[in-house]
Every structure is written in structure tokens, then in C-alpha cells.
């Protein structure tokens, strides 16, 4: 009976707290976000000279080519980092009351600001890729 006495006296002074273990992958998204958004944009940056090459000698067909099949590998890949960051913004801004996830956009305001703003921009990007590849295409059709 002492023993029992005891047992219950620590567990009223000392409750047990258990410490969430952080997952180190979270916020994969986000860091998928950024990086694929540099490359595409390394990407439209070293593709300059492909394109001065295409508007000088308008007949050589493996450059456009070339351009097209890599506009559209980038406009994929943006296409799948914006979606991929929608979901956690929505996340953040909506919460998710099957799993107990609270919108956290009250206490962060200007986070997610610009973390939206960043995903509509991507979404735009990947718009302007698409027309660009369309474009390209027609011009290809046309030259050939």
C-alpha cells in the first residue's frame, strides 16, 4: 500500500511530458519549392544563347527543338514545385480538422503572405512556360 502511495505522489509532482520528435521531413515541400524554381531559373538564364542562335539562323531546326523539350521538362517541374507548396499553404491557411492540424497563417501573417504570393508567381511562371512552349512549337511547325 506504501508503495502504491508513493508510485501516485510522483506521478502528481512530476507529470510525464512527451517531447514531439521533429520529423526532419518537414517542410520538404517548401525546400523542393525553392530549389526547382532556381534551377528553372538558371535554366532560362543559360538557355539565352540557344535562343539568340534560333532567332539568328531561323531554319536550324535541333536548337528549337532542343529549347522545347527543355522549356516543357521546366514548366513540368515548376508545375510540380507550385503544387507541391499549394498544399502546404493551404494547409497552413485552412488546417486539416481530421488530423488535428490548426491553421497557423493567424499567428504567422506574413509568412504566409509571401509564401502564397511566391506560389501564385510559380503558377504564373509555369503559365508563361506552357505559352512559350506552344509558341515554340508553332514556330518549329512553321519553319519546317
Known sequence: ???EKEGSR??????IVHKPKLDKGKGKAHVSFVVVNSIVGGYLTLSLPFSIVCILRPLAVPPRLFLILCDTAMMGLTMMAASASATIVYLAHNGNSSSN????CQQFGDFCQG???????SFIAAALLMILVIL???ALKRST
Open 1 to 3: 500500500m506504501d508503495i
Open 10 to 15: 510522483r506521478e502528481e509532482e512530476e507529470p
Open 101 to 104: 492540424w490548426l491553421p497557423v
Open 115 to 121: 509564401t502564397s504570393g511566391a506560389v501564385v508567381a
Open 136 to 138: 515554340s512549337a508553332f
